[in-house]
């Protein structure tokens, strides 16, 4: 058994948080980190584009897994072509009660209501600023801090864009946790849309451009679809993006875990078919204007590629590592290939949408 492996197991062995936090100070020591990682196929490379974000590979890294900008240099060197550090909020925050981080290993799945704990801006900055060299892209998901409420709550992104703006490649607003209360409600129409001028104003006042993305929810039904887009498109040219979509709500009746009845965000395997099915209907109503990542229930280069073909210019992950592991991304860039080669496509850009 690997070092590697050998830690692997042993960390499943913990509480699902105090596993993960265990995991972050392996990977800031170095602890079964890859020393060098073997340059990716030109055939897997991506530009996005709208954004024009160049990615060596379209396996991403999303938020919440290095939640203070502490690992993504290790994360890279996994093979991931983002990593996407975050929700950092404006000021700290101890986050929700514990326990709010549950296994639910007889689903493939994972619910959380860790409710945006995180350092702050001040430390996350600092650790983006001081960042080295990195072969992919390196993304930053702001929030609002829980006891902010109106035209405060809308502030914090402005303020938390403004501040990770110069040391990142590309910036996501969160409005989709479910665990922070009243945060998806500025997925409705006219808080959405106050919400991106304010944004767009912060941006303006930046001397670089960024890629901005837009993270929401898969619990949406078509009416709710057709208010994003309709706001989103007022807002082309600051928004390049949407990331769809983060955690649900929902409990599918086929959950077997004894944890399936925790409140929070609903992770994994389940959502997969849910949020492919948004990430779709997203793509059939923009038509190439945005950019669209996807995520949500990725375990394997067949789950990547379903998403692709329901027109996703990349993907992103993070529960599937806790079952699957951290050579994940390189087994999922493996596969891809071997999934391109079948339906003759030399490039991946060319199974984008494929299936819509």
Same mark, same amino acid.
């Given at each position: 058994?690997?070092?590697?492996?050998?830690?692997?197991?042993?960390?499943?062995?913990?509480?699902?948080?105090?596993?993960?936090?265990?995991?972050?100070?392996?990977?800031?020591?170095?602890?079964?980190?890859?020393?060098?990682?073997?340059?990716?196929?030109?055939?897997?490379?991506?530009?996005?584009?709208?954004?024009?974000?160049?990615?060596?590979?379209?396996?991403?890294?999303?938020?919440?897994?290095?939640?203070?900008?502490?690992?993504?240099?290790?994360?890279?060197?996994?093979?991931?072509?983002?990593?996407?550090?975050?929700?950092?909020?404006?000021?700290?925050?101890?986050?929700?009660?514990?326990?709010?981080?549950?296994?639910?290993?007889?689903?493939?799945?994972?619910?959380?209501?860790?409710?945006?704990?995180?350092?702050?801006?001040?430390?996350?900055?600092?650790?983006?600023?001081?960042?080295?060299?990195?072969?992919?892209?390196?993304?930053?998901?702001?929030?609002?801090?829980?006891?902010?409420?109106?035209?405060?709550?809308?502030?914090?992104?402005?303020?938390?864009?403004?501040?990770?703006?110069?040391?990142?490649?590309?910036?996501?607003?969160?409005?989709?946790?479910?665990?922070?209360?009243?945060?998806?409600?500025?997925?409705?129409?006219?808080? %959405? $849309?106050?919400?991106? =001028?304010?944004?767009? &104003?912060?941006?303006? /006042? +930046?001397? @670089?451009?960024?890629?901005?993305?837009?993270?929401?929810?898969?619990?949406?039904?078509?009416?709710?679809?057709?208010?994003?887009?309709?706001?989103?498109?007022?807002?082309?040219?600051?928004?390049?993006?949407?990331?769809?979509?983060?955690?649900?709500?929902?409990?599918?009746?086929?959950?077997?875990?004894?944890?399936?009845?925790?409140?929070?965000?609903?992770?994994?395997?389940?959502?997969?078919?849910?949020?492919?099915?948004?990430?779709?209907?997203?793509?059939?109503?923009?038509?190439?204007?945005?950019?669209?990542?996807?995520?949500?229930?990725?375990?394997?280069?067949?789950?990547?590629?379903?998403?692709?073909?329901?027109?996703?210019?990349?993907?992103?992950?993070?529960?599937?590592?806790?079952?699957?592991?951290?050579? %994940? $991304?390189?087994?999922? =860039?493996?596969?891809? &290939?071997?999934?391109? /080669? +079948?339906? @003759?496509?030399?490039?991946?850009?060319?199974?984008?949408?494929?299936?819509?």
């Amino acid at each position: 058994m690997s070092l590697t492996n050998l830690g692997v197991s042993l960390v499943k062995r913990l509480p699902a948080e105090r596993a993960h936090t265990a995991t972050i100070r392996a990977l800031k020591l170095g602890l079964g980190v890859p020393m060098t990682t073997k340059p990716d196929p030109d055939s897997l490379s991506v530009t996005l584009p709208i954004s024009g974000l160049k990615l060596p590979n379209p396996v991403g890294l999303a938020a919440g897994f290095d939640k203070n900008a502490e690992a993504f240099g290790p994360m890279f060197k996994f093979g991931f072509g983002m990593v996407e550090c975050g929700t950092v909020t404006p000021k700290p925050q101890a986050g929700n009660p514990k326990p709010r981080l549950f296994r639910l290993t007889e689903d493939r799945a994972v619910i959380n209501r860790m409710g945006f704990n995180n350092e702050g801006l001040g430390p996350f900055v600092r650790r983006l600023k001081n960042a080295g060299p990195h072969t992919g892209a390196l993304g930053a998901n702001v929030g609002a801090n829980k006891t902010s409420e109106g035209q405060d709550r809308l502030k914090d992104y402005a303020l938390g864009l403004s501040a990770v703006w110069p040391y990142c490649d590309y910036l996501t607003i969160n409005i989709s946790s479910p665990n922070t209360p009243g945060l998806r409600g500025l997925q409705n129409k006219s808080e %959405l $849309a106050d919400l991106l =001028k304010l944004c767009r &104003l912060a941006a303006d /006042k +930046q001397e @670089s451009t960024r890629p901005v993305f837009l993270k929401v929810a898969p619990d949406l039904d078509s009416e709710a679809i057709a208010d994003i887009i309709t706001v989103v498109k007022d807002a082309r040219g600051f928004l390049t993006g949407l990331i769809i979509s983060n955690t649900t709500i929902a409990r599918p009746e086929t959950l077997q875990s004894a944890h399936k009845g925790e409140g929070g965000g609903l992770s994994g395997a389940p959502l997969l078919a849910p949020s492919t099915e948004v990430l779709a209907a997203f793509a059939r109503s923009l038509d190439g204007t945005f950019d669209l990542i996807g995520a949500g229930g990725i375990a394997s280069a067949a789950d990547a590629y379903a998403k692709i073909r329901a027109g996703a210019n990349a993907v992103q992950l993070y529960s599937a590592l806790v079952y699957e592991g951290p050579n %994940l $991304a390189q087994n999922i =860039k493996h596969d891809l &290939l071997h999934l391109m /080669k +079948q339906d @003759s496509h030399t490039k991946i850009t060319e199974a984008v949408g494929a299936a819509l």
